[in-house]
């Protein structure tokens, strides 16, 4: 298996635009994990689904994001319109169950201008 | 409430010296001791884990300690090598928490110095 995939590595945008990342976990697990990571506030889980369906997403900062798990191949997050503050690295990750080892994406790199 | 507590936030040791990171957690639910390893550009990834029915686990340099009375657990670099210069994270886990049982330790920032 290739591990998790994320696409785009990188993504700049102007603020106002909407934004779409999206996440390939590993095949046969069954948890996928979106993360945030800032200086200012470290590593965020934002929300995480386990078999397509989403458990919590407390982690949400507002209602211009939202994630979507479609199959158990895919998911995506979309922040709508985004903002200079959202500009941050964002990981997926996926895992078998919530407490093994959660395999980490290499990220994606967003700034919004 | 915060979950995990990691210290020191940085830390500089010389090569080959013992590098030490501590995680106080809160909640004794957590069933799943981690330490990540980060390095620039990379996503975190498992350096070693422990469960809670033993007090350690060495793997090569690297051991957890595990202290499920004082809720703690640390990682033990032996002999740092500039190569684990690296941001650390604790990362406790157990199952059916939802959020509160999925949260990661603000990160240690280590550098070793040649």
């Known amino acids: 298996d290739a591990g998790v995939i994320q696409s785009p590595r990188h993504e700049v945008t102007e603020m106002g635009q909407e934004v779409t990342l999206r996440c390939k976990p590993i095949?046969?697990?069954?948890?996928l994990f979106w993360y945030r990571q800032t200086m200012m506030r470290g590593l965020e889980l934002l929300i995480y689904f386990n078999n397509n369906v989403p458990i919590d997403d407390s982690g949400m900062p507002e209602d211009r994001f939202s994630a979507k798990m479609p199959n158990a191949s895919f998911s995506t997050l979309k922040i709508q319109p985004s903002e200079p503050r959202d500009s941050a690295v964002y990981f997926c990750a996926s895992s078998w169950m919530e407490n093994t080892e959660a395999f980490f994406g290499q990220g994606t790199r967003l700034t919004v201008v | 409430q915060q979950q995990v507590k990691q210290s020191p936030q940085s830390l500089i040791v010389q090569k080959g010296g013992i590098s030490i990171i501590n995680c106080a957690y809160e909640?004794?639910?957590?069933?799943?001791f981690p330490w990540y390893q980060q390095f620039p550009g990379k996503g975190p990834a498992l350096l070693i884990a422990?469960?809670?029915?033993?007090s350690e686990k060495k793997e090569g340099r690297f051991t957890i300690s595990f202290n499920k009375s004082a809720k703690q657990f640390s990682l033990h670099i032996m002999d740092s090598q500039p190569g684990d210069s690296a941001t650390y994270f604790c990362?406790?886990?157990?199952?059916?928490?939802?959020?509160?049982?999925?949260?990661f330790g603000k990160g240690t920032h280590l550098i070793i110095q040649p």
């Open positions: 422990i469960r809670p029915d033993v």
């Open positions: 095949s046969g697990h069954d948890y």
């Open positions: 909640n004794t639910a957590f069933d799943y």
């Open positions: 990362a406790p886990r157990y199952s059916g928490g939802g959020a509160d049982g999925l949260t």
